[in-house]
Each structure stands twice: as C-alpha cells, then as structure tokens.
C-alpha cells in the first residue's frame, strides 16, 4: 500500500524567500508523485507531477520539485515566494505500474503562509 | 476552470436522509475518482470509475454508493447520513488509468444537521 507524509503542518516564509515544502512518500513499485495546492473554498489544482525522467521537475506558478529515489522525498520548492502563494499544499501518490488504476493517495497537506 | 463540475455546490440535509451529489467530468476524460475532505480525516479516496466500470474502492461507506453513466458524468449516492458525513465532497476527472494527472471540481459542501 501506499503512502505520504507531509512532516509539517505549516510553513511560515516571508515574501521574496524561498519556499520549501517536504513530502515523503512510500510504496512498493515505482511512484507516480503529484503536488496539488488548495486556495479557500476552492478545488485542488495540480501543480506538477513526476513519473518518469528528470529528477527535477517544473510546474506551475513557478513552482519545481524534485524527486530523490534513495530518500523516497519529492520537496517542492519555489525560490521566491508570494503572497499570493498562501495555500494548502498537498503532495500525492500513485503506486505506478502497480496501482495503475489510478487511486492517488494524499498526504495530510501543508498550509502555507507567505507574509509581506 | 479545471473544467471538472459539481452539483450542488452546498447540500444542507438531516440526519437519515439521502443525497445524490453530482459530477461532470472533463471532456474526454474516463475516470472519475470522489473524495471525501474533512477536518479530521483528510482527503480520503473513496471510489474510482473507469469508463462506466468501477475500478478502484477506498474507504467508502457501505452506506455510500456511486455509479458512472454511459455518458461518462457520475453520482455519489449518500443514505442514511450522519454528523459525521459532514465533509466537502470532490469529484475528479483525468484522461486514463494512471499516470496523468486528476482534475478535480470545487467540491459539493454537505452539512448533515
């Protein structure tokens, strides 16, 4: 089975700072890693995803991760948060090949909060 | 727009009651997963169709049922609510079984009084 943790709860970063936020993850095949972010009373909206290839990925907004197998982590990072970036982030697997039905489990997401 | 829809947006109903939430996947897209978000549990998968076949169960009451259509747009049906069903329902949508990514709607708000 899988699964993600996402160590904090919250992430307090000021604007024009980096923004980092963890996940880790666990399954028995090859991962398939999301990152979703949730603005209030608003649906998820996908962010990026790693399935194959490039350990660093490019999303949205500006946004990256990257996945590092030998720590099964996949961070996403932005080098200059904003405002605007306020949100509850939330990182996501899928058990590739194995799963590949599609069931995408979440972690228990981050809200982050950007300060001016 | 993900261009995933949902209907209704807020459901208020009492305890033992039945709703059917509603949701319009993107188009083109065959599998539709629902959530369940609450305060206390998260975001909990709780089922997935595939082109009108079930194809996946998470933690979804036997209370709850779901069914896709042929026209590919799906119900969740909920019976005999409790408080405890109290949650924002979202519906997603992607293009096949697996590594793409999910589309999801704004989500239904139920409040079980």
């Known amino acids: 089975a899988q699964s993600v943790a996402q160590p904090e709860d919250q992430v307090n970063v000021a604007e024009g700072n980096p923004l980092t936020v963890k996940c880790t993850y666990s399954?028995?095949?090859?991962?398939?890693l999301f990152w979703y972010v949730q603005y209030p009373n608003r649906g998820l909206q996908f962010l990026l995803k790693y399935i194959t290839g490039d350990n660093l990925v490019k999303g949205s907004y500006g946004f990256e991760a990257e996945f590092n197998k030998s720590q099964t982590s996949f961070h996403l990072k932005k080098p200059s948060a904003l405002v605007s970036d306020s949100a509850l982030y939330f990182c996501?697997?899928?058990?590739?090949?194995?799963?590949?039905?599609?069931?995408?489990?979440f972690g228990a997401g981050t809200q982050v909060v950007v300060t001016p | 727009d993900s261009g995933v829809t949902q209907t209704p947006k807020h459901l208020i109903t009492a305890t033992g009651q039945r709703v059917t939430l509603r949701c319009s996947p993107r188009?083109?897209?065959?599998?539709v997963y629902w959530y369940q978000q609450s305060l206390d549990q998260g975001l909990q998968f709780l089922i997935q169709y595939y082109n009108g076949e079930e194809r996946a169960k998470g933690n979804i009451l036997e209370r709850f049922s779901a069914q896709q259509f042929p026209d590919l747009h799906s119900e969740l049906n909920l019976s005999s609510l409790e408080l405890g069903d109290s949650a924002l329902y979202f519906c997603?949508?992607?293009?096949?079984?697996?590594?793409?990514?999910?589309?999801f709607g704004q989500g239904t708000r139920l409040t079980v009084v």
């Open positions: 399954v028995s095949g090859n991962p398939y």
């Open positions: 188009s083109g897209d065959l599998s």
């Open positions: 996501a697997v899928r058990d590739g090949p194995t799963d590949s039905w599609g069931k995408l489990q």
């Open positions: 997603a949508s992607s293009e096949d079984r697996g590594n793409t990514e999910a589309f």
